[in-house]
């Protein structure tokens, strides 16, 4: 299909209700989450939402971004994960400070054994035409077909992340809970605490929070709910989004931390690693 035809700008208030609408869509906890908190009267603000891709020239950083930055996105800064090999970019719209960050990451592929390579050669390859341009990248999810679970398998054995692309593409891989903005759980231990009362799974990678107040940013995140994939070889359980929560602190000028610790992103980025339950 050609997408150009296709190509329009959307509001940022269309492209984060349509994003929201899918992330809760594919992942029921997620709704699940929220409607626990506003059941507890707590107004829920999202202070971020992250994506994940390959850096390939039809699908990079960049190319997910202009979704964003044609609605008054602009650019914020960069980190590096070593260890995962990975580099990603955050975004801030200009004019609305209350709109939520973005957070986009790309796999470093040529860091990887040729058949990781392989594989994400194949994906790029079969990118409709136009998509990249059309402004729906970032909704689309898997558009190279069914995956294969041996192929999954694989993929894990070199980097959870780039598996995790390869089942389900395109789409928020997470939104954000502004611990600033609740009133009777205002802090990640209160938080944390309520999650586990009901059952939820926390990601524990380096301990339930990440960060610190001196570090001027703490997160938590569940770990990412279980979704039946229909795979080549058939059905299987594997983790799909997950839910985070971050809470800011003022600096020595009084202003809120707005960026991101990759330290404690590495640990995040964790919680769609696979698990049983």
Partial sequence: MDFFNHTKKMTKEEILNRLWHDYITKNPHAGEIYRSFTDEGETVVNDHIA?????????????????????????????????????AKHYEHEADKDAPRVFISELITDHFSPFLQETVRGISGKIPKG???????????NVWGRPSYERYLRLR????????????????NHFTVSVNHLKKYDSLQKVNAFLRERGFLLNDSAGEIKGSPQELLEQSSTRAGLVEVDFSEGKHSIPACY????????????NIFSGFIARSADKIFESTDFYKK
């Fill in 157 to 172: 054995e070199e980097s959870e992340y780039a598996a995790w692309v390869y089942v389900h593409g395109f789409c928020a």
């Fill in 131 to 141: 998509l990249p341009e059309s402004g729906e990248l970032v909704f689309a999810g």
């Fill in 243 to 254: 839910y985070e929560f971050a809470r800011r602190y003022p600096d020595e000028n009084g």
């Fill in 51 to 87: 994506f994940r891709t390959f850096n390939i020239p039809a699908a990079g950083i960049d190319v997910l971004a202009k979704t964003f930055t044609r609605a008054g996105y602009v650019y914020r800064g960069d980190y590096h994960f070593e260890e995962k090999h990975l580099y």
